[in-house]
């Protein structure tokens, strides 16, 4: 089993939807939890990241975390053409050194 | 505000020949620096990381070093390399002082290795 799995897609929505993009980890110490966007031929960046149950939203993205179910999960409402990219999952221990463990990443289509 | 240097920004090598990429950074002191390689349509693998200067951790082995020999530079070499060593190399920081989540990581442009 992967550390942190990820749906590879591509995962195609019309524009103007919410996109869902989902991620499970296996590790129950895991602490901290990251999305981060990469578009082709480009370094990753990061959108947001999440620490306590429930939700986090900013601005139209909208992270969820379930920790008794070991899920991390990002909407992306009104997506837009340029959304389209890979979205990468990131889950950290919390140790001092700050390992993030990465998911493979889903690749997102937005299609005008 | 922080930022994050690498360079070349592309190269291309012959197998056998040695590596060296550089990664530096602005604008924080003793961040914690990682050196991750991503093959096409891969996801992203953790190489290096290290936690002050002199200090690395080795995450896989292979015939990659890494080296960083002050506060803000990072270095990722090799004596020869392998058609299998081709992909994205990313130098990453994260910092308690970067304002944000203390293990987030914030990536540099990647430098992009052909070996041939």
């Known amino acids: 089993q992967k550390e942190v799995e990820q749906n590879s897609g591509p995962l195609s929505v019309p524009e103007g939807a919410i996109a869902s993009l989902n991620c499970t980890y296996s590790?129950?110490?895991?602490?901290?939890f990251f999305w981060y966007r990469q578009y082709s031929g480009k370094s990753p960046e990061l959108i947001m990241f999440?620490?306590?149950?429930g939700d986090k939203e900013d601005g139209r993205f909208t992270a969820q975390l379930n920790k008794a179910s070991q899920y991390v999960s990002l909407l992306i409402r009104d997506s837009q053409p340029s959304d389209s990219a890979t979205y990468l999952c990131?889950?950290?221990?919390?140790?001092?050194?700050?390992?993030?463990?990465f998911g493979q990443g889903t690749i997102l289509t937005v299609h005008p | 505000s922080q930022t994050i240097h690498q360079w070349p920004a592309t190269l291309v090598q012959p197998v056998g020949s040695p590596l060296s990429l550089e990664c530096t950074v602005e604008?924080?002191?003793?961040?914690?620096l990682y050196w991750y390689r991503q093959a096409a349509g891969r996801g992203l693998q953790l190489l290096f990381y290290?936690?002050?200067?002199?200090?690395i951790s080795s995450e896989v082995p292979q015939n990659l070093s890494a080296s960083r020999p002050q506060d803000r530079q990072f270095i990722l070499s090799s004596k020869k390399l392998l058609l299998s060593d081709s992909g994205f190399y990313l130098c990453?920081?994260?910092?308690?002082?970067?304002?944000?989540?203390?293990?987030?990581?914030?990536f540099g442009p990647g430098t992009r290795l052909l070996v041939l």
């Open positions: 590790d129950r110490g895991s602490q901290s």
């Open positions: 990131a889950v950290s221990r919390g140790t001092s050194y700050g390992k993030l463990t």
């Open positions: 990453a920081w994260s910092s308690l002082s970067s304002g944000s989540a203390w293990e987030t990581q914030y």
């Open positions: 999440i620490y306590s149950n």
């Open positions: 604008g924080t002191s003793n961040p914690n």
């Open positions: 290290s936690v002050g200067i002199g200090q």
